[in-house]
T-cell receptor
């Protein structure tokens, strides 16, 4: 139990589907993140939210759309994905000022067929 | 472009030996450094962080930081087969509005041979 919960843990979707990944943190943190992990690549930061406002968007394609309705919940909406988007998507959170350690959820394995 | 470099390995050490994992970073503005362990098919879990030059010890793990050389290392003493995993080095820098951005290396795969 990491304090950051992601659902679903596994997702298979077609290229024309629309799906969403959900993340919830129970740590009282104010910042939340989406990372992408592909084989043989470093973890890639996709989006950062601080106090529900997006502060980072690292040139992520528009087929990925984040949503942060409050400081405990983060979504990643997926539509018209490509097979190369298949990866492990990790949600993470961190305190605003209490420290700079980030804590990861268990990840959502996404396969695009 | 902020970069964190690690030798991808695999690094193989016999059980009971010291495993030494190394990492360099390019951004001199980085203030904190992290080591995460990632087992196959699992998410990264934090092992240690360090932000002052020198050594920091926690059980069998010692993190070392040399900001002048932009170098971070992790030593694992008395290595166990359960330490076999990929170790990710990350450098942290404040990116504004209360958030911190971690830049990760590709990770070093460690294999501890019984």
């Amino acid at each position: 139990e990491t304090g950051v919960t992601q659902t679903p843990r596994h997702l298979v979707m077609g290229m024309t589907n629309k799906k969403s990944l959900k993340c919830e943190q129970h740590l009282g943190h104010n910042a939340m993140y989406w990372y992408k992990q592909s084989a043989k690549k470093p973890l890639e930061l996709m989006f950062v939210y601080s106090l529900e406002e997006r502060v980072e968007n690292n040139s992520v394609p528009s087929r990925f759309s984040p949503e942060c309705p409050n400081s405990s919940h983060l979504f990643l909406h997926l539509h018209t994905l490509q097979p190369e988007d298949s990866a492990l998507y990790l949600c993470a959170s961190s305190p605003r000022t209490a420290g700079n350690t980030i804590y990861f959820g268990e990840g959502s394995w996404l396969t695009v067929v | 472009q902020k970069e964190v470099e690690q030798n991808s390995g695999p690094l193989s050490v016999p059980e009971g030996a010291i495993a030494s994992l190394n990492c360099t970073y390019s951004d001199r503005g980085s203030q904190s450094f992290f080591w995460y362990r990632q087992y196959s098919g699992k998410s990264p879990e934090l092992i240690m962080f360090i932000y002052s030059n020198g050594d920091k010890e926690d059980g069998r793990f010692t993190a070392q930081l040399n900001k002048a050389s932009q170098y971070v290392s992790l030593l694992i003493r008395d290595s166990q087969p359960s330490d076999s995993a990929t170790y990710l080095c990350a450098a942290n820098a404040y990116s504004g509005a209360g958030s911190y951005q971690l830049t990760f290396g590709k990770g070093t795969k460690l294999s501890v041979i019984p």
